[in-house]
T-cell receptor
C-alpha cells in the first residue's frame, strides 16, 4: 500500500516552453502533497506544500508564478514549470501524506526534467 | 531555521563490515526523526522513524538508529552490510517551526563492495 506515482519519469523540453508533472497517490487519499527539488549530489529541497482544494504554500525563494501547483483532487497534484529555462533542469520529487497518518510521507519516483 | 546535517557524503565499505552513518539535527524541542533510503533508480523509502519512547529504533533490513537527545544525534547503524545496501541514505526531521514539513540532510552515498 501507500504507492505514489509520477508522470512522466523523464522529460526534455526546449527553453521557454511549459512542462506539467503529475503526482498521483494510487491507493490512498492524499490530503497533503509536497513537491521537492533535488540537485545532483544535494539533498531534497522542499518547494511547496499543497492541500487538496486550496492554494499551495510555497517555500521562501520559490517563484509561485513559475512553479504552478494544483491539487484538485485527493489523488492528484500537478506541478507545471512555466517558461522553463536550463537552470530549471533538475529532479523533481513529490510526496503524499494522508490525514490519518500525519507524520509519514510516501514518495514518488521522481521526474528528471532537462531544459535545452 | 531547523537543519539536519549528515557528516559523510560518501562511505565505502566491504561486505560484512559494520556501518554507522551520522546525523545531527538542530531543533531542541520535540522532533520526529526519520531515515530514508534511495536505491539506484528507485524512489525514497522509509527505513525507520523515531517519534518517542525507546531511543533505539529498529527498522527494516536490519537497520537501527539511536536517538541521543543530549547530542542532537540520530545515527544509523547496521552490524553487517550487504552489497544490496548500496544506496543513498537521507536523515530527516519533522517538527519545530517547520511543522508538517520534512527537513532533509545532505544525504550519504553508501557503496558496498562484494
Amino acid at each position: 500500500g501507500a504507492v505514489v506515482s509520477q508522470h512522466p519519469s523523464r522529460v526534455i523540453c526546449k527553453s521557454g516552453t511549459s512542462v506539467k508533472i503529475e503526482c498521483r497517490s494510487l491507493d490512498f487519499q492524499a490530503t497533503t502533497m509536497f513537491w521537492y527539488r533535488q540537485f545532483p549530489k544535494q539533498s531534497l529541497m522542499l518547494m511547496a506544500t499543497s492541500n487538496e482544494g486550496s492554494k499551495a504554500t510555497y517555500e521562501q525563494g520559490v517563484e509561485k508564478d513559475k512553479f504552478l501547483i494544483n491539487h484538485a483532487s485527493l489523488t492528484l497534484s500537478t506541478l507545471t514549470v512555466t517558461s522553463a529555462h536550463p537552470e530549471d533542469s533538475s529532479f523533481y520529487i513529490c510526496s503524499a501524506r494522508t490525514s490519518g497518518r500525519t507524520y509519514e510521507q510516501y514518495f514518488g519516483p521522481g521526474t528528471r526534467l532537462t531544459v535545452t | 531555521a531547523q537543519s539536519v546535517s549528515q557528516h559523510n557524503h560518501h562511505v565505502i565499505l566491504s561486505e560484512a563490515a559494520s556501518l554507522e552513518l551520522g546525523c545531527n539535527y538542530s531543533y531542541g524541542g520535540t522532533v520526529n526523526l526519520f531515515w530514508y533510503v534511495q536505491y539506484p533508480g528507485q524512489h525514497l523509502q522509509l527505513l525507520l522513524k523515531y517519534f518517542s519512547g525507546d531511543p533505539l529504533v529498529k527498522g527494516i533490513k536490519g537497520f537501527e538508529a539511536e536517538f541521543i537527545k543530549s547530542k542532537f544525534s540520530f545515527n544509523l547503524r547496521k552490524p553487517s552490510v550487504q552489497w544490496s545496501d548500496t544506496a543513498e541514505y537521507f536523515c530527516a526531521s519533522l517538527g519545530g517551526t517547520s511543522y508538517g514539513k520534512l527537513t532533509f540532510g545532505q544525504g550519504t552515498i553508501l557503496t558496498v563492495h562484494p
